[in-house]
């Protein structure tokens, strides 16, 4: 399990904690001072992010969002994408 | 005449009662039809509330928790770490439905809004603060309050802290700051970036006072009459329930 904190500029901090495995992302743990609402969305998206593909993760988190009413607030998705990747060093 | 909203005045709970008093009111506020309410409150034993997507061991030093009797506690809103310090800080909570007028159906400036009333209070015992978002009030550029919102069962929830005489050395003995957080701002002492009210205007400062001053800019902002008064019996019930959840150690070291 790997961590890493990004401080989204003019926004909050995000951190995540993820494990890849031939070229999957078998799990990731968001968490943070930021918002989102529905506050259990967070949940669904750690869900539909296990086992896809690494180099698909940044249109899922962000279809994640185009694709529900959930709202992030002090971060984006892509700073989403952005903090995973850190914290599995790429 | 003003419409009325619901004061409920100055309860001092522990952390899970405080926080399952909150979630009670939204719960119920459309299911019962209740007005709108205003909670000013304080945390006894003093408290680390996390928000919702925090990670407990990474934001709270648990054994300077355990030692100095500090209690935890997770929230079910966003937003960051807060020491709730009994001797110095008050705690409020606004519940109202999510269509009020008063209150923008967007986030970001529904929070300009509700800090908006606090501005005000505080502005008027000579604290001149000013919102910044996202989600901070300032005075004199240090957080004085910290605010965090929910939506859900048709109604917006707001808490918010409103630093009196909080210790700030305690505060940071067991809140944990990222060195993240620290780099973006360009200030090496944390304890730089916060102040409270008492050290802002120099002098001692009663929780009364404040009080005053926070209903006086509630009424002022929703242009309304805060009437004390007391949680429904449906309301007492649920608090009851939803204080087994707070108190549980799975739902305070959740994330």
Same mark, same amino acid.
């Given at each position: 399990?790997?961590?890493?904190?990004?401080?989204?500029?003019?926004?909050?901090?995000?951190?995540?904690?993820?494990?890849?495995?031939?070229?999957?992302?078998?799990?990731?743990?968001?968490?943070?001072?930021?918002?989102?609402?529905?506050?259990?969305?967070?949940?669904?998206?750690?869900?539909?992010?296990?086992?896809?593909?690494?180099?698909?993760?940044?249109?899922?988190?962000q279809g994640f969002f185009d694709s529900s009413d959930v709202q992030l607030i002090g971060a984006s998705p892509s700073d989403i994408t952005h903090v995973v990747k850190l914290s599995l060093g790429s | 005449m003003s419409e009325s909203w619901r004061l409920i005045d100055m309860r001092v709970e522990d952390a899970p009662t405080q926080m399952a008093i909150d979630e009670a009111i939204a719960y119920a506020r459309v299911k019962e039809g209740n007005p709108n309410t205003v909670r000013l409150y304080r945390w006894k034993p003093s408290a680390v509330s996390v928000g919702y997507f925090q990670s407990l061991e990474k934001e709270v030093d648990l054994e300077a928790c355990r030692?100095?009797?500090?209690?935890?506690?997770?929230?079910?809103?966003?937003?960051?770490? @807060?020491?709730?310090?009994?001797?110095?800080?008050?705690?409020?909570? +606004?519940?109202?439905?999510?269509?009020?007028?008063?209150?923008?159906?967007?986030?970001?400036?529904?929070?300009?809004?509700?800090?908006?009333?606090?501005?005000?209070? +505080?502005?008027?015992?000579?604290?001149?603060?000013?919102?910044?978002?996202?989600?901070?009030?300032?005075?004199?550029?240090?957080?004085?309050?910290?605010?965090?919102?929910?939506?859900?069962?048709?109604? @917006? +929830?707001?808490?918010?802290?409103?630093?009196?005489?909080?210790?700030?050395?305690?505060?940071?003995?067991?809140?944990?700051?990222?060195?993240?957080?620290?780099?973006?701002?360009?200030?090496?002492?944390?304890?730089?970036?916060?102040?409270?009210?008492?050290?802002?205007?120099?002098?001692?400062?009663?929780?009364?006072?404040?009080?005053?001053? +926070?209903?006086?800019?509630?009424?002022?902002?929703?242009?309304?009459?805060?009437?004390?008064?007391?949680?429904?019996?449906?309301?007492?019930?649920?608090?009851?329930?939803?204080?087994?959840?707070?108190?549980?150690?799975?739902?305070?070291?959740?994330?």
């Amino acid at each position: 399990m790997a961590r890493a904190e990004y401080k989204v500029p003019g926004g909050k901090l995000l951190a995540a904690e993820s494990e890849a495995k031939g070229g999957k992302l078998l799990s990731v743990k968001l968490t943070g001072d930021f918002f989102m609402h529905p506050e259990y969305a967070i949940e669904e998206l750690e869900e539909e992010l296990k086992g896809i593909p690494l180099a698909k993760m940044g249109e899922t988190i962000q279809g994640f969002f185009d694709s529900s009413d959930v709202q992030l607030i002090g971060a984006s998705p892509s700073d989403i994408t952005h903090v995973v990747k850190l914290s599995l060093g790429s | 005449m003003s419409e009325s909203w619901r004061l409920i005045d100055m309860r001092v709970e522990d952390a899970p009662t405080q926080m399952a008093i909150d979630e009670a009111i939204a719960y119920a506020r459309v299911k019962e039809g209740n007005p709108n309410t205003v909670r000013l409150y304080r945390w006894k034993p003093s408290a680390v509330s996390v928000g919702y997507f925090q990670s407990l061991e990474k934001e709270v030093d648990l054994e300077a928790c355990r030692r100095m009797g500090v209690d935890l506690i997770r929230r079910i809103t966003g937003g960051g770490a @807060v020491y709730h310090d009994y001797n110095g800080e008050i705690t409020y909570s +606004l519940v109202a439905p999510d269509d009020d007028k008063r209150i923008p159906r967007d986030i970001l400036e529904s929070y300009r809004v509700i800090c908006g009333a606090i501005v005000t209070g +505080l502005g008027g015992i000579g604290v001149d603060c000013e919102f910044k978002p996202v989600n901070d009030i300032v005075a004199g550029g240090r957080k004085i309050s910290g605010n965090a919102q929910t939506r859900r069962h048709g109604v @917006v +929830l707001q808490h918010g802290t409103i630093l009196v005489d909080s210790d700030i050395r305690t505060m940071f003995k067991v809140l944990r700051v990222s060195e993240a957080k620290i780099s973006d701002k360009l200030i090496k002492a944390v304890e730089d970036r916060v102040t409270n009210i008492r050290r802002y205007l120099g002098r001692d400062i009663s929780f009364d006072e404040v009080r005053q001053a +926070l209903i006086s800019g509630f009424e002022g902002t929703f242009y309304v009459s805060l009437i004390p008064g007391k949680l429904t019996d449906y309301e007492e019930g649920l608090v009851e329930e939803y204080k087994k959840r707070y108190s549980s150690w799975e739902w305070v070291n959740k994330r």
